[in-house]
Every structure is written in structure tokens, then in C-alpha cells.
């Protein structure tokens, strides 16, 4: 029986599937439905038919099928790899995470776990692509007169730049779609402003071409009156201070003077016009003294009890006790260690030029100690090669770098996942207990590790019978038996470190990389102390400075990451310039700030959130009107100056 084919609508067909998709995807990830954004989106995807209707009118039937097929079999993909990525790291696919395919490979089977518990969004994503294909032979896409396909890509001009019109609706508001299309890189809002296909061109565009963001020489002056309790909290005590700031001697006037590249003059402006950081009461109060670094996966405050995980508790509750730290989760483990081990802000782009080793990092952990006469050490109980660590390792100066497949395996057991934290210091720990200098030791820990489960931990197996008593669900459950695994190897570490007389001068820093993102919110809320939102509270942690000597010294000033280096560099008393770490001594007078990779932010005078652009206070604060408004401008060009350092290689321009 033969069908007569009908000729089927493109434009009508095209716009109906991507209004249906992007509708899927803003009730799937919580973005709203019915805004300005969804008139923003609505335009983009109706001039992207246009344009599909345009380019499939050209040939016959069939080569126009396939090629309408193609476009819409990526457009869906695209949907579905955005709510998969969104669900399993709390973020978005951008290209630069491309760079990152080595995690992707690796841990591929939590990737399919993901796909399977969101089958069905996946499959509503493919819906239109599926029903085209059943539907196949029942209608046709034929040859288009010449003179009508003109009039096709006339239309997709014109609704082009009427979408061009509408973004100049509040062009003037931060965050606004006007600026994130022209001034500012922020897939997230990107997304959630423009529309996810306007988002996926825009970073395609970004880069194949590159993008170079605005940039605002702020003066605090600008935003405040001199009378006005939100300025600057160091004002007040500015003229009594003694202390000299952290900055090296670097000519800015000469280099602004000599450069011919409009970006690194900006930048060199605007590093100019930076003061820095102060030294205080606490600078070099370290000096000479051993410190044993760790970024410790997954940790977070939640792993943190006085029952289970005894030693974490007490090295978060004494040392230095920093009450309002977060670990914001960019890029998973590899943004997590970039902040931790540069003091920037892991912003797009960052991946590429990391992973390589081939910046110059003249504040490198291991550079700036082995400077100071120190021996240093890295370790890691993965595969040595993750994420090319043992190249940007060595570009921080480590060039002992040791992990499983280089050297580790014959020391631990690399066949289990996860390996064992305590199985790493345990064999690790006599390589430099008995250094002549001072040391300075990195380890990477990997026993946190997702996918939470017992049958898919090694480290929650050990630990099972430590949490029988415990009444929550499996997956909080062995998250936190795995983290046990990550306190015993801290105890052991105590315990040799007293042993061998060295406890009293060796300082202990640890970090988290990022937040359990293979916890959803509601397991994460199950064993939390308070209930957490998925943006900033979620990435609440604790940062562990600790000295067995010391009194403890409680810190209420807001820090993340990024502001583990200059902190630590402060206490060692490490020469570095201040004004070129995003990250801050938090121990400074400097005021407190940690920055999320949707531009949302913490200050010490409460919490904006980009994707609402709601601003909520902390009780008693007072701020000015234009309060928020120049933090968004602090904000924004923080994380720029973190992708132009790594973009350009600026340390090397500088000279340093």
C-alpha cells in the first residue's frame, strides 16, 4: 500500500519541538518556566527554524530528511547532556570540559547510573526525535523554489535582530542577557537567561574565536559615601595600621607602558590599581615549620562528627576554626585543586592551559618552599596521570610527584576503588619524616569518592559496621562510612608525626575539592545539621589549619578555596605578591568573599544569588543601595582576571 506523503511545516515543526524541549528542561532542573528569559530563548529558537527550514530546502527528499534528522538528533542530545551533566555535578556542560574526557572515561559507569536515574527526562528529550523516525515515511521534505528559501533566511535575519532588539530590555542590569551576551561568559546564566541551544552557540562561538569580557577598574569610592557602614570594613582602622602588604616590587607603569596587547593592559591595570593584602598579627607565626597539605575528595562539613570521625571533628573545632568557609564546586575534582593550588577562581577556560603544565606558576606550592629551603612531596592514591596532574603538578614545582601506575602500586593495593587514604600515608610517611629541612607534603586523597554505595565502595565496605547504628539511607550512609577512611588516615598521620617528635612543628591544611555531588540535595539535608539549598549552602565546608600547639582562634570571615594559598603563604611567612591572587589571606583585614560558578557570591555582608538576583543580608548588616551593584562588578572581574592569568600565561608577562 502506498502513502501519499505529506509535506511537512519546518518552521512550525522545528519551533513546536524546541519550545517543547526547552519548556522539558526548565521543569527538569528548576530554572523558571514563564520569565523573560523564556522570550529571550523563544526568539533565538525561532530564528535557529528559520534558518534549519533554510538549509534543508535545497535538496531532494531524502538528503533533506537526513539532514533535518541530524539537526534535530543533536539539538535533542544537546537537552539531554545538559540535564545529565546538571544532575550529576550541579553544573552545566561548557566545552572546556572537554578537557576534562579522562574523568568522563574513568568514571563512565556513575555517568550511565545518572542517565538511568533520569531516564525519563532523557527520554521526553528524544521524544520528537523518536516520533519523527516513526512517523518517517509518512510525510516529506522536498525542494524549495529559490525565491521562497530567500524569504526563509530574510525571516531568520529579521527575527534575529529583533531578538538583538529585546536584549537592550534592562541592558544595564548585571547579569542581565544583554551583558551576558556581549560582556560577560557565564554558561550557567547563560542558560538559564538565553536558552540552552542561544548558550551551546554562544560557548561554541566563545571557543572557536575566543571572547574577551569587560572589564571595570572599580574604585570603592564610586559606590559609597564616606559616612556609609558598608564601605570597606578596613576603613576605620586603615590609618593606625603598621603592617606593610603582601605585593612584590612590580613596575605596572612600565608594563602598561610597553604592552601593545589591549587585554594584558587591561590587565596590568587593573593590577595596578589593586592594593593587595596587609600582613597581620598572624604573618609568619609558621615559619620553618613542616606543613602537610591535603585536598581531600568530597569532603565536606557533613563528614564531620564527633562519633564517626572523631580526629576530623577535632582538627575542624581547634587550630585555626574558620566558622563561614565554602568549596564551591566548579569543574568537579580538577577545578577544586586548581583553586586550592593557585588562588584563582576556576573559570571557564581554565582547563585547557592547566592541564598542560605549561604556564609558569612563580607562587607554585612546591616552588615557594623548595624557595624557602624546604623539601618537598606529592602524593595521590589514583592513577598518577588523572587529569594530567602529574603535569600541572609539576609546573607547581613537584617534580616527585608520586601515584599509582608511577611507582605508589608497589606500595598499596591500586587495584580496589576507591584506594585507601590511611594505606597512603601509612607507606608514604617515612619518604620524608626524616628530612634534614623542613618539609613541605601533598596528598590528594581519593577514599570520599562517589558512587556512594556499599557495593560500589571499597571504603564504605571497610567502614560498614562504623555506621550500623546510624538510621539514614544507603547512599548518606556509606558517604559517610567512606569519609572514616579519610579520619584514620589523619589519626595515623598524628599519631606518627608525635611518634617521630615532629607533631609540635608540622602544621596540617586540608581542603575539600568539592561538594558530595553524588549525594542529591535531599540525602545531602538527611545528615546535615540544618536544611542547605543547592547553590551556596551545599558547598558550606570547613577548612582545617591546625597546629598542635596553637590556641584555637576562631575566623567568622566568609573564605573559600581560592584563599587557602595567601592564607598559608602568610603564615609561612612566603614572599608573593597579593595583588595577583584572587584568593585572599583570610586572615587579613581584607573583607571576606567566596564566589560561586554561576556568579553567585558570599560576602561577610550576606548572600546574592545570581540566578534570582536576590541579595539576602545577614542579620544586623547594613549595606548601600549600590552595594550589591559593586560586588557583582568585584565579582565579575575576579573570575575574568582568573581566566585572562590562565588564558595568557600572565605570570611569565609579568616577569616575575
Not at 539537526?71 to 572537554?98: E, H, N, P, R, T
Not at 525565491?147 to 547579569?175: E, G, T
Not at 577514599?447 to 560498614?464: E, N, P, V
Request: proline letters at 2%; one cysteine or more; glycine letters at 6%.
Amino acid at each position: 500500500m502506498k502513502y501519499k506523503l505529506k509535506k511537512i511545516n519546518v518552521i512550525l515543526t522545528c519551533f513546536i519541538i524546541f519550545t517543547y524541549l526547552e519548556l522539558v528542561f526548565r521543569l527538569f532542573t528548576g530554572n523558571e518556566i514563564f520569565a523573560m528569559s523564556l522570550l529571550y530563548s523563544s526568539l533565538y529558537n525561532l530564528f535557529l527554524t528559520c534558518l534549519i527550514s533554510f538549509i534543508v530546502g535545497f535538496k531532494d527528499n531524502k538528503t533533506n530528511k537526513i539532514l533535518f534528522y541530524i539537526f534535530i538528533g543533536i539539538i535533542c542530545f544537546i537537552y539531554a547532556l545538559q540535564l545529565c551533566v546538571f544532575k550529576m555535578f550541579g553544573f552545566y556542560f561548557d566545552l572546556s570540559l572537554l578537557g576534562a574526557t579522562d574523568q568522563v572515561m574513568t568514571f563512565y559507569s556513575e555517568g550511565i547510573k545518572v542517565i538511568l536515574q533520569n531516564i525519563f527526562g532523557v527520554i521526553l528529550f528524544f521524544l520528537p526525535f523518536i516520533l519523527l523516525l516513526i512517523f518517517n515515511k509518512y510525510f516529506a521534505i522536498r525542494k524549495i523554489n529559490w525565491k521562497f528559501n530567500l524569504i526563509k533566511l530574510a525571516s531568520a535575519i529579521v527575527v534575529f535582530l529583533v531578538f538583538i532588539l529585546c536584549l537592550n530590555i534592562n541592558k544595564n542590569d548585571i547579569y542581565s542577557a544583554y551583558d551576558l551576551y556581549y560582556h560577560v561568559s557565564n554558561n550557567e546564566l547563560n542558560i538559564k537567561k538565553l536558552g540552552v541551544l542561544n548558550a551551546f552557540r554562544l560557548d561554541l562561538q566563545r571557543n572557536i574565536f575566543g571572547f574577551e569580557e569587560k572589564i571595570n577598574i572599580i574604585n570603592p569610592d564610586d559606590y559609597y559615601d564616606e559616612n556609609d557602614d558598608s564601605k570597606d570594613e578596613n576603613d576605620d582602622i586603615k590609618e593606625p595600621i603598621v603592617y606593610e602588604y603582601n605585593n612584590l616590587d612590580i613596575d605596572f607603569d612600565s608594563l602598561i607602558a610597553s604592552e601593545s596587547n589591549r587585554t594584558i593592559k587591561q590587565m596590568h591595570e587593573y593590577f595596578k590599581n589593586e592594593s593587595g593584602t596587609l600582613q597581620n598579627e598572624y604573618t609568619g607565626v609558621f615559619e620553618g615549620k613542616n606543613l602537610i597539605l591535603f585536598m581531600a575528595e568530597s569532603f565536606n562539613e557533613i563528614a564531620v562528627r564527633k562519633d564517626i570521625t572523631p580526629t576530623l571533628y577535632k582538627l575542624v573545632n581547634s587550630g585555626f576554626k574558620f566558622n563561614n568557609f565554602y568549596t564551591p564546586t566548579i569543574s568537579s575534582t580538577i577545578g577544586g585543586e586548581f583553586q586550592e593550588l593557585t588562588g584563582l577562581i576556576a573559570a571557564s577556560g581554565f582547563l585547557s592551559p592547566w592541564k598542560s603544565g605549561e604556564n609558569y606558576y612563580p607562587f607554585g606550592f612546591s616552588t615557594a618552599f623548595q624557595n624557602l629551603g624546604y623539601n618537598t612531596y606529592a602524593y595521590h592514591n589514583h592513577t598518577y596521570t588523572f587529569q594530567s596532574r602529574h603535569k600541572y603538578l609539576k609546573s607547581l614545582g613537584f617534580d616527585n610527584y608520586l601515584g599509582c601506575r608511577n611507582g605508589l602500586e608497589d606500595r598499596i593495593n591500586c587495584n580496589q576503588w576507591p584506594e585507601s587514604d590511611v594505606e597512603m600515608i601509612d607507606t608514604t610517611f617515612d619518604d620524608y619524616i626524616n628530612s634534614e629541612e623542613p618539609f613541605m607534603v601533598y596528598y590528594v586523597t581519593v577514599s570520599g569518592h562517589g558512587d556512594y554505595s556499599f557495593s560500589a565502595s571499597a571504603m564504605a565496605r571497610k567502614h560498614k559496621d562504623d555506621v550500623a547504628d546510624l538510621n539514614y539511607s544507603e547512599k548518606p550512609l556509606s558517604y559517610l562510612a567512606a569519609q572514616i577512611e579519610l579520619n584514620d588516615a589523619l589519626e595515623l598521620l598524628i599519631e606518627r608525626l608525635d611518634a617521630a617528635g615532629k607533631l609540635e612543628d608540622t602544621v596540617i591544611a586540608l581542603v575539600g575539592d568539592h561538594n558530595p555531588y553524588y549525594l542529591s540535595l535531599d540525602e545531602v539535608n538527611e545528615i546535615a545539621t540544618y536544611e542547605k539549598d543547592e547553590v551556596v549552602e551545599r558547598n558550606r565546608s570547613n577548612f582545617i589549619l591546625w597546629n598542635s600547639e596553637m590556641d584555637t582562634v576562631e575566623i567568622d570571615k566568609v573564605g573559600s578555596q581560592i584563599d587557602v594559598l595567601p592564607t598559608i603563604y602568610n603564615l609561612f611567612g612566603v614572599s608573593y605578591d597579593s595583588r595577583l591572587i584572587i584568593g585572599k589571606d583570610i586572615l587579613s583585614t581584607e573583607p571576606g568573599l567566596a564566589i560561586f560558578g554561576n556568579s553567585s557570591w558570599v560576602s561577610d555582608k550576606g548572600t546574592y544569588f545570581a540566578r534570582s538576583g536576590e541579595f539576602i543580608p545577614k542579620e544586623g548588616a547594613e549595606v548601600s543601595a549600590d552595594y550589591v551593584k559593586y560586588m557583582n562588578s568585584v565579582v565579575a572581574n575576579k573570575i575574568t582576571m582568573s581566566r585572562y592569568i590562565m588564558q595568557n600565561d600572565y605570570y611569565r608577562k609579568v616577569g616575575l
